[in-house]
């Protein structure tokens, strides 16, 4: 009886945090939705169009509850040049100017067709072979690029390129308004953690900011985000191949980068919440959420780090609170523009400063003379080309490349071996370390038909055979001894391993032992560990 009571007080709580977060979590999106439909050469209404369906739509159908998606800069700086040329390529074809959204839109939808692809292939996984500092480095360099977006706040026109910065009293002001928001936010957890500190923020920013009727340059028109109901987009441009093929380039690079940031996202928040999301679901809401954001006149998105953070840290755990966000956000859309346009972009940027400090991983200055060079060199290098590029699929995939280079150089020097003589002449060369394409040369040189006796019996049982290389290192070996009139024999290497050979038709003599090992050579299998 209290158990049942106890849990449907909790639940009740639970709803609680999510709706509150989740009406938190829709006021930050409004400025960046919009900043970001801007950024890619669109309308506002476009942003914030898909701001709310993707929210919506990966809330309800994505593998992790309480993660934020929407309209993301990532994105954004990609459908610049997909904008500009569909509006190029529109007029070359006599069907109008303008039409660069309309192939944005087609696009976006076969971005998601890619997205819910790569979910049913399950490629979701491989975001588990992301090594750690390539994540310290994501998040390092997510966190600037986050504080970056917010220095067109300080200026006299935050959707005009090129505006011209504040200064004096409205800089002042700017920067007051700024750190009160932080320290509401920074303080008030430690009186109570009852209301998101972020919320209460944002409503003590805007109450005195009306209240006390400070200069409107400091409220700063946004640009106006009333709108109606989305409807289907009714396509003038041509379904066909030519199309396809102008837009599958974008599409890819957009479903990659829109991937990565959310897999990357959603192994954040498994880390903050100390609890599992579902990367194979992920991938096909997030698909689901671009096809359907694409028929509906969006300009499509991913999950959003600092929305996200903001989210969890207001207590926003289930997937209410993304479901929350969404309708609180086409609420505004409809009916409450006016009321939005009118709070500070002050508030919101405080909002986002306190997510800068929060998503930035501080201890990695404090790991960064402790770690191997290797890893360092990774976490600098993917955090810059973050910052440079705003190229998070380009940053990730440089960093993964350099770890596995860095750590294929390291194990290729980890091959060993030592020799012995037995009474009857056969020599034993007692391997140890891997054996792969980048130690095989290492292999091969420890080797001299010549100078070795008639028979010879190499013993991995320190040793593992990695990939197709090292069965063909092993081979070749046995070879080069039958060239020299000798006798190779191999000793505990796996099953799967003597297959191999035999198929290749080896001319290495193998010992079956009780102890041999039991491992697969270049078996990518995510649901099993090789030994």
Known sequence: MFQLIFRKFGNRLQTKDDLLSGLTVALALVPEAVAFAIIAGVTPIIGLYAAFMVCLITAVLGGRPGMISGATGALAVIMVSLVLLGNERGEALGLGPDLGTQYLFAAVILMGIIQIGCGILKLGRFVRLIPQPVMFGFVNGLAI????????????????????WLQGADLQLMGGLIALTMAIIFLLPKFTTQFPSSLAAIGTVS??????DLDTLVVRDMASIGGELPSLVSFTIPLNWDTLYFIAPFSFILAAVGLIESLMTLTLIDELTETRGNSTRECLGQGAANVVTGFFGGMGGCAMIGQSIINIRSGGRGRLSGISAGLFLLAF???????IEKIPLAALTGVMFMVVIGTFEWSSFRILRKIPKTDAFVLILVSAITVITHNLALAVISGVVVSALGFAWKSAHHIHRETESLEDGTKVYHLSGPLFFGSVTDFNLGFNPASDPDSVLVDMKDSRVWDHSGIEALHKLGER????????RVRHISKNCRNLLNKAGSLVDIDILPDDPSYHVAQINLNEETT
């Open 333 to 339: 859309i409809l009916f409450a523009s006016p009321l």
């Open 145 to 164: 690029v986050i504080f970056e977006a917010q220095f067109p706040m300080f200026t006299e026109s935050p959707t005009t390129p090129g505006s011209a």
């Open 207 to 212: 109450l005195l900011v009306i209240g006390l």
């Open 481 to 488: 001894y039958q060239s020299a009139g000798k006798k190779l």
